[in-house]
């Protein structure tokens, strides 16, 4: 009963200085907002990075390849080794690596790319017909590359949507030849759609796909290939997997485990969230800046609330009123006071957030970053406003409660 009195009174206290009320309030609405603004675009960003992490075949990926610089007593030198990724490494890894599901192989560099005549500057990448089942990626038109097409070294393509639609707006491709660093091919499929994501020139949709057997023999490299990539049965044994396509290769190589690097999807996402956190957290506290003058603020208009009262102060404690029930009464109303300031600012807030998504899809087309407000941003923001209410509002409710009704006399 006697919180209900506090939160009326408190009330009708808010409600009689509008324009102090609303001036305190837009500083903790800015700093609630701020945070959750902040909050938002860490969540967005973990969020693209899984979006991402599913384009390229999900968190249980990983690949090995052979770098073109190494680090060799704390210097980076050129690999002189003898040695390259070979597709019978990839023959022995699908054969005798237990916890690999799939596996496949890509080489890739910059070719020019002609249509009736007309060129662009593109990325090619050879492969086997095992990598859209790695990348979980299907073809949206005609096929991917097949059995028979590594086996006779076929030149056929496939090409990805964003090539389809510039190259031939958006006409039928299949059976058509185009040039391939003056090489003919038949395009056989398009595949689907996957975004230009930040680098546009590198964009999936921005490839030409080959049989890995046919850039051997038409481009060179002999029986070389660049990365073997592979996905494990589930995201538990991925070092387990590693373990196996590293034993593999060391064996096929002479125990020469200095050649070749690997990577793993899983320790990317872990990079990956530790780097947003770190990032969130820097943004918050600077945005926690306005929170803690909001603060300031309302210490400042709390202390003058004291001094105007001091006659309702003097009368309360003399028809019975402890110090404990002034102290709460005042706590209440500062507490109060940034709760709605911080509903308001969950709301600014999440305006602001979705402000930040459109800015971004104006600058990076292709990116579709996410807005996202997570109840733990929400609860966080309460709780913070509820802290900075309790923090900047209890030495004046605590200057209130030490008043005695001589001190009202003295003031009226």
Not at 83 to 101: K, N, W
Not at 142 to 153: E, K, S
Not at 320 to 325: I, K, P, Q, R, Y
Not at 376 to 400: H, K, N, R, T, W
């Amino acid at each position: 009963m006697q919180i209900l009195e506090n939160l009326i009174s408190a009330f009708s206290v808010l409600r009689g200085s509008k324009l102090r009320t609303i001036l305190t309030l837009l500083g903790i609405t800015i700093g609630i907002a701020g945070v959750i603004a902040m909050m938002s675009f860490g969540a967005g960003a973990e969020q693209l990075m899984m979006a991402q992490i599913e384009k390229i075949g999900g968190p249980s990926m990983f690949g090995v390849y052979r770098p073109g610089y190494i680090e060799k007593n704390n210097r980076w030198q050129r690999n002189t080794s003898p040695h390259y990724l070979e597709m019978r490494d990839l023959h022995d890894i699908l054969a005798d690596c237990p916890s690999v599901e799939v596996a496949t192989v890509e080489r890739s560099h910059p070719i020019d790319f002609e249509v009736e005549g007309k060129h662009r500057r593109t990325y090619l990448r050879a492969t086997t017909n095992e990598y859209q089942a790695v990348q979980q990626w299907e073809a949206e038109y005609g096929r991917f590359l097949a059995d028979t097409d590594m086996d006779f070294w076929n030149k056929v393509c496939v090409i990805g949507a964003k090539v389809w639609k510039e190259q031939f707006k958006g006409q039928n491709p299949i059976g058509k030849e185009v040039g391939i660093n003056n090489n003919r091919f038949t395009v056989v499929g398009i595949m689907k759609s996957r975004g230009d994501g930040f680098d546009e020139s590198r964009s999936e949709d921005n490839m030409i796909f080959i049989p890995i057997t046919t850039a051997q023999t038409r481009f060179g490299g002999r029986n070389r290939v660049g990365a073997i990539i592979a996905r494990a049965k589930n995201i538990d044994v991925v070092d387990q997997a590693m373990k196996e396509v590293k034993t593999v290769i060391r064996r096929n190589h002479g125990d020469d485990e200095t050649f070749f690097r690997t990577w793993s999807a899983k320790k990317g996402i872990e990079g990956g969230k530790r780097i947003i956190f770190i990032m969130e957290m820097v943004l918050v506290i600077i945005a926690s800046i306005s929170l803690i003058v909001a603060g300031i603020g309302i210490l400042n208009i709390m202390l003058v609330s004291v001094t105007e009262r001091i006659p309702e102060i003097g009368l309360r404690k003399a028809v019975g009123a402890t110090g404990f029930d002034i102290r709460i009464q005042f706590l209440t109303e500062s507490i109060l006071l940034c709760l709605v300031g911080s509903l308001l600012g969950i709301l600014f807030g999440f305006i602001v957030g979705k402000g930040f998504v459109w800015v971004v899809g104006r600058f990076f087309p292709g990116v579709e970053w996410p807005s996202v407000v997570t109840p733990e941003a929400v609860l966080i923001s309460v709780a913070a406003g509820a802290v900075v209410g309790i923090f900047f509002g209890y030495y004046p409710a605590s200057q209130a409660a030490k008043l005695t009704p001589i001190d009202a006399i003295r003031h009226t």
